[in-house]
């Protein structure tokens, strides 16, 4: 009897556990068709556009959305939303949701690349206008809404692009294509032009010079598809001589393409190679086997690199040229007023007497004055070069380049008038020699620094190199 009971005992808990685990099974059933009924749902509600159903079903789920952040790629609401041209419900849910615009979906592209692709335009400046930075999004073979745009060749989405996130200009595809050559390669030539002149305003001239795969640059490119129009816009601006992988130049590539269409195209080139600076081009290598240029010996002594260095030459509170600047610009004030307030003062009335002197004139005796004159021209004209070999190169150089000489022959005007007569030869020749001095140091300081400014320009334009690894900062 004992033994029939427990077997009675076992039996019912053998039947618990089964009808435990049946429920469960059924639960766990019911809650995976329930959350694959939401997701059907919130498909259908994004096809749709619908705002207020949405609300709904992150009212019934509040995680509905976090879902597609578990999964690298995917296609979220966002996608289906921006491919179906849902504008007002993709931005709801862009504002909801922000990472779901980062999303990739299986075939490598986003919700901004899918809503191009779909011409829908409002949705794209919709997203846009939430994060400027989805323009610069990298989908399949690396290509941005910016490539998008230019290969199909819209205007006024590139010029659009272009102001939202200028930085999107750096992006280069797996073939290391910039947005430019691609413009060319498929003959878009407005939007070309649209990207020239963005460049040339945001003085970004060197992406002009970078090189694909192939080591083609866009003027490469132009040679090679006969593209006469952008071979003359860009003629003036290019390196001309510069080689790709296989080491020809665009000359060599029009040579190789014999065409009855392609001498206007040969013609173009010899213009270009007629130009003054236009001489052979030089490799890296080449480059940094040379001595240093005056500009160069400038930066090392400052401590900056000449390498790698940034469009931006701006200058920082970490920059020691700061420092310095500010010293020489200190020095250059105290000299300059010293020379309109001298010691002693000015005598403020005319004398024609045999030691007589002339209003305006320093009451200082003549070889005093001689000293100071000379030792306060010296440390103001060195303060004058110090402020022009530093800021050589910065925004505006050339207008601060003016300033700095005429500001020279203003100091010139203003010692010449208030020196002390002289009565000897003696003293005559040393007033003379000193004027003379003046001058020729001023044209000697403006003339060397400009002429090593130029200089070491043309050497860094001979480098065929990608610009976006080696770049000057000495632009004007």
């Excluded at 079903?57 to 597609?68: G, V, W």
């Excluded at 005056?294 to 090392?300: C, G, L, T």
């Excluded at 001058?439 to 320009?457: E, L, N, Q, R, W």
Aim: charged letters at 20%.
């Amino acid at each position: 009897m004992p033994s029939e009971a427990m077997s009675i005992v076992v039996d019912v808990s053998r039947v618990s556990d089964s009808v435990a685990q049946d429920a469960n099974l059924s639960r766990s059933s019911g809650m995976s068709t329930q959350d694959e009924n939401i997701y059907a749902r919130l498909k259908t509600v994004a096809q749709v556009g619908d705002i207020e159903r949405l609300y709904e079903l992150i009212a019934e789920d509040p995680n509905i959305l976090d879902h597609f952040d578990k999964v690298s790629f995917c296609e979220t609401p966002l996608h289906i939303a921006a491919e179906k041209g849902q504008t007002h419900f993709a931005m709801e849910l862009m504002t909801l949701k922000p990472s779901l615009a980062l999303k990739l979906n299986v075939s490598g592209f986003s919700p901004l690349h899918l809503a191009l692709q779909n011409n829908h335009i409002r949705t794209v400046r919709g997203l846009v206008a939430i994060n400027s930075s989805l323009v610069s999004i990298k989908g399949r073979g690396r290509i941005t809404p910016l490539h998008h745009v230019a290969r199909i060749g819209d205007a006024e989405l590139l010029s659009e692009f272009l102001f939202a996130c200028p930085s999107s200009i750096n992006d280069l595809t797996s073939k290391c294509e910039t947005v430019v050559h691609i413009s060319v390669k498929n003959h878009q030539c407005f939007a070309f032009k649209v990207l020239l002149g963005w460049i040339k305003r945001a003085n970004r001239k060197e992406i002009l010079d970078w090189k694909d795969e192939d080591g083609n640059t866009v003027f490469h490119i132009a040679a090679l598809i006969n593209q006469t129009e952008v071979m003359k816009l860009l003629r003036k601006t290019v390196k001309v001589k510069a080689k790709n992988l296989d080491g020809k130049t665009a000359m060599d590539i029009l040579q190789t393409h014999q065409s009855p269409c392609f001498p206007v195209a040969k013609k173009l080139l010899r213009s270009a190679k007629e130009r003054p600076f236009c001489g052979s081009t030089t490799t890296l290598a080449g480059y940094l086997s040379r001595n240093l240029s005056f500009i160069e010996k400038r930066n090392s002594l400052l401590g900056l690199s000449n390498l790698s260095m940034t469009k931006d030459r701006s200058i920082n509170a970490s920059d020691p040229r700061n420092a310095i600047l500010v010293v020489a610009i200190l020095i250059v004030t105290a000299t300059y007023q010293a020379g309109l307030s001298p010691p002693g003062g000015f005598w403020q009335d005319t004398n024609d007497g045999r030691y007589g002197h002339m209003a305006g004139q320093m009451t200082m005796p003549f070889i005093y004055a001689f000293f100071f004159i000379g030792l306060n021209g010296f440390a103001f004209v060195s303060s004058l070069y110090v402020i022009i070999i530093i800021t050589i190169g910065l925004p505006k150089w050339k207008l601060l380049y003016g300033s700095v000489a005429a500001l020279s022959i203003a100091a010139l005007a203003s010692y010449s008038t208030i020196f002390p007569s002289s009565y000897d030869a003696n003293s005559y020749l040393s007033v003379l020699t000193f004027l003379c001095a003046y001058i020729s140091i001023i044209c000697i300081m403006m003339f060397a620094t400009f002429m090593a400014f130029i200089v070491d320009k043309h050497r860094r334009y001979q480098v065929d190199f990608p610009a976006s690894c080696f770049s000057s900062s000495q632009e004007p």
